[in-house]
């Protein structure tokens, strides 16, 4: 099994709201990532989590939260978020951090701020 | 910081043509991975090919194979006999060996290019 799934695949919400975005795997990957693709734009790297530890954030707006409960989960919690922040995000995962595996993309959430 | 440089923003070729995507790429890194990822209009990322920057043969995936020039710094995708399941966006890809601390390191893309094949 070597997939990636993330849920919602469409998220409408206003500027006040709280939501969370979710990823899961379960091909046992030790390293998960978000990443955020603007339409017509490569996506961009957010975060990264090595054995279930924040070891990289690019620098991302508070507003962006991201949680790993547990290896085979990733969360992205969206809190006053901005129209700018309309895009697709897109979850992956790698089979370790350390070793080279290729990293396995879910097909996103397309998220719209209104 | 690395920086990875498309200059095709579309091609067009026709079924069963061959076609090549360019790529090139900037780091002071010694050691990294070079990719190319597919994006269909369904939006999902997938993996066409990789590269280890270590290894001087050329890697290849079936119809696909790339050209890596180490020194030139540039990484082009062929795919032969192409067929219309290939149009999609493709996206070249640049990782560091081992991010901080010895953890995952992400991908840096390039901008793309939309390649479209026509019956």
């Known amino acids: 099994d070597t997939e990636v799934t993330q849920t919602p695949k469409h998220l409408v919400m206003g500027m006040t709201n709280k939501k969370s975005l979710k990823c899961e795997q379960h091909?046992?990957?030790?390293?998960m990532y978000w990443y955020k693709q603007k339409a017509k734009k490569p996506p961009e790297l957010m975060f990264v989590?090595?054995?279930?530890?924040?070891?990289i954030n690019e620098s991302v707006p508070s507003r962006f939260s991201p949680e790993c409960p547990n290896s085979s989960l990733l969360n992205l919690h969206l809190h006053a978020l901005q129209p700018e922040d309309s895009a697709l995000y897109l979850c992956?995962?790698?089979?370790?951090?350390?070793?080279?595996?290729?990293?396995?993309f879910g097909p996103g959430t397309r998220l719209t701020v209104t | 910081a690395q920086t990875v440089t498309q200059s095709q923003p579309e091609m067009s070729v026709q079924e069963a043509e061959t076609v090549t995507l360019s790529c090139t790429y900037d780091?002071?890194?010694?050691?990294?991975?070079l990719f190319w990822y597919k994006q269909p209009p369904s939006r999902q990322m997938i993996l066409v090919i990789r590269?280890?920057?270590?290894?001087?043969q050329n890697a290849t995936e079936n119809r696909f194979s790339v050209n890596f020039q180490k020194a030139a710094k540039s990484f082009s995708l062929k795919i032969s006999d192409s067929q219309l399941g290939d149009t999609a966006m493709y996206f070249c890809?640049?990782?560091?060996?081992?991010?901080?601390?010895?953890?995952?390191?992400?991908?840096?893309f390039g901008k793309g290019t939309h390649l479209i094949i026509q019956p």
């Open positions: 989590y090595s054995y279930e530890k924040l070891s």
């Open positions: 590269q280890e920057a270590y290894k001087q």
């Open positions: 780091t002071s890194e010694s050691n990294y991975y």
């Open positions: 091909m046992g990957h030790r390293a």
């Open positions: 890809a640049f990782m560091r060996s081992g991010g901080p601390g010895g953890g995952a390191d992400g991908l840096t």
């Open positions: 992956a995962s790698s089979q370790g951090p350390r070793e080279f595996y290729e990293q396995y």
